[in-house]
């Protein structure tokens, strides 16, 4: 066996996992692995990554009372990858692998993309890890799709290899155009361009957590009679302090089931988002499954599973039949992007 590093690596927090990985078991294809140590830390309050990981190291010797080796590593980057760098979007940190390999002992270093590290994670979730949205058995050998929102909208893909294994690729999908179906998403879309000066709007400014919030602008400013006097008070603080989560208090109140601006917001939310993976399903047909990764799937299950996201997942006229033969599935394991690092670092 072998000891792995894999780093979840965002602006907020950065996430270090020790892993203890073994060859696979007869019939399967990845290697076994256990965790050995893992830990958070503030990402603001370092300069470089490297001193977070040699205080983890530190602390993983003291945790475990032995000498730890440590072979390889991956981290998975909120930031674009290129050659095996990274301008991090949120911090002023500029990584190389090749540089991290050799600061930090260790024999090589893999940076992948965020989402890519989710794409390399579902290959090692269980049951328990996935809530399922369209049960249907998965078909080997063929592609499989992601995409999850979050603070923004990730969307990646993975082709099978002829060992059985999965190539995983990136994708700026979410930064496609936005497109209306129905006459209230069409003045969505005249709102967000004359509201930010835009000549174009993505995906991405409605199916993520900043657009959870431009929805619910945008419907205030439709039918201000329906707003709620609390989430009145709420948005007047948002709107002149910005120390309030707008868009976490929109489904809480849609949770709730009290609010009908909330209410209204979420199912306009949930349909663009069902609306994009019938998309993304249609580019890739990936009939070894779609799943929906991000946080804000399993925070909002109960509003998921009513029917409007999968209602308009399927409804792409002629050739709906063809989605009704996909695997959809909610990946409700936080740490998916951990997995994915630490499988990635051991291949």
Known sequence: ?????????????????????????????????????????????????????????????????????????????????VNNTSELTNLSWSLSGDGLAQELSLERVNLINDFAAIGY????????????????????????????????????????????????FSSEGSHADF???????????????????????????????IGISVIYQFLRYQYPEKESDKLKQIYQTWESQKNVDLSAEVSKA???????LCQQTMEMFISAYGAEAGNLALKLLPYGGLYIAGGIAPKILPLMKTGTFMEAFKAKGRISSLLTKIPVHIILNPKVGLIGAALRAAH
Not at 150 to 156: A, I, K, Q, V, W
Not at 181 to 195: D, G, H, M, S, V
Not at 254 to 260: F, H, I, V
């Open 121 to 168: 994670g579902i290959l090692g979730l269980k049951k328990d890890d996935l809530h399922t949205l369209q049960d249907i058995e998965a078909k080997g050998n063929t592609p499989i799709g992601v995409l999850g929102a979050g603070t923004g909208l990730g969307e990646c893909f993975l082709t099978p290899l002829e060992s059985g294994n999965y190539n995983v």
């Open 254 to 260: 849609a949770l709730e089931n009290n609010d009908t």
């Open 179 to 209: 497109a209306p179906r129905n006459p209230l998403e069409f003045e969505l879309l005249t709102y967000i361009k004359a509201q930010y000066d835009l000549p174009r709007v993505s995906i991405e400014r409605v199916v993520s957590g």
């Open 1 to 81: 066996m072998s000891i792995l590093l894999a780093g979840d690596i965002g602006g907020t927090k950065t996430i270090l996992r020790l892993v203890n990985s073994g060859n696979p078991k007869d019939g399967e294809i990845l290697p076994q692995q256990t965790t050995v140590y893992e830990k958070s830390y503030p990402s603001q309050e370092y300069d470089d990554l490297v001193p977070i990981v040699q205080e983890f190291f530190n602390e993983t010797k003291q945790e475990l009372q032995q000498e730890i080796t440590v072979k390889n590593g991956c981290f998975g980057i909120a930031g674009p990858v």
